[in-house]
Structures are given as C-alpha cells and as structure tokens.
C-alpha cells in the first residue's frame, strides 16, 4: 500500500507565503512524476505544478513567478512554495505521484493525497 500525506496548508494573508509538504509511504519502489493540483468550490480539478524524476517542472500560467516546486527523493517528498499568494489561489491542494511499487512489477499507478485546504484572504 501506498499513501500521500499532504500537510503546510492553512490561512494566509495575500501577499504571503506557504509552504506545502507532501510524503509518500509504503510500498515504493521508484517515484516518476510528482504534482500538486488544486481544485476550489464549483471548478474543476487543476494540475499546478509538476516535477519529474530529472527534476523538469511545470507551472500553470496563473501561479509562474510565484509557485516553486521541489523534491527529495531521498524522503520521497514533494514541495510546493507559495509566495504572493493571492485571493484566487484558495482551494483545496492535492498532491499526486506516479509510484512503481516493486521492482517485480513494470506499472506505474497513480497516487494522490487526501488534500489540505489552502485559504488566502484580501
């Protein structure tokens, strides 16, 4: 088994900053691409950020300049940097990552975590 523990998340003022965590526990045998998503009342799931295993990312125009996404594979976790955080980045935050589980297997299953509720007031 495989679980994703999102934490970091909470009530920010704009123009502040928040760092979010994300670690992958269980069965791991290597980690491919790892993403954060975020989805807000009413709207549609939406990929943020995204990093791969040689370290190529990918923003969302919205959050360019102003989120950071990193990794550490050695505790299998991802980060999210939230700075100048604004209004319209309120919602709920979703870590994914693409896990093989065991060497013995050649598939790639996708993970995500339980979520963690980010706020950013006026």
């Known amino acids: 088994q495989v679980q994703l523990v999102e934490s970091g998340g909470g009530l920010v003022q704009a123009g502040g900053s928040l760092r979010l965590s994300c670690v992958a526990s269980?069965?791991?045998?290597?980690?491919?691409?790892m993403a954060w998503y975020r989805q807000a009342p009413g709207d549609e799931r939406e990929l943020v950020a995204s990093?791969?295993?040689?370290?190529?990312?990918n923003f969302v125009d919205s959050v360019k300049g102003r989120f950071t996404i990193s990794r550490d594979d050695a505790k299998n976790t991802v980060y999210l940097q939230i700075n100048n955080a604004k209004p319209g980045d309120t919602a709920v935050y979703y870590c994914?990552?693409?896990?093989?589980?065991?060497?013995?297997?050649?598939?790639?299953?996708?993970?995500w975590g339980q979520g963690t509720q980010v706020t950013v007031s006026s």
């Open positions: 269980g069965r791991i045998f290597n980690i491919n691409t």
């Open positions: 994914n990552a693409q896990i093989r589980p065991s060497l013995m297997t050649l598939k790639w299953f996708d993970y």
């Open positions: 990093v791969t295993s040689d370290g190529r990312t």
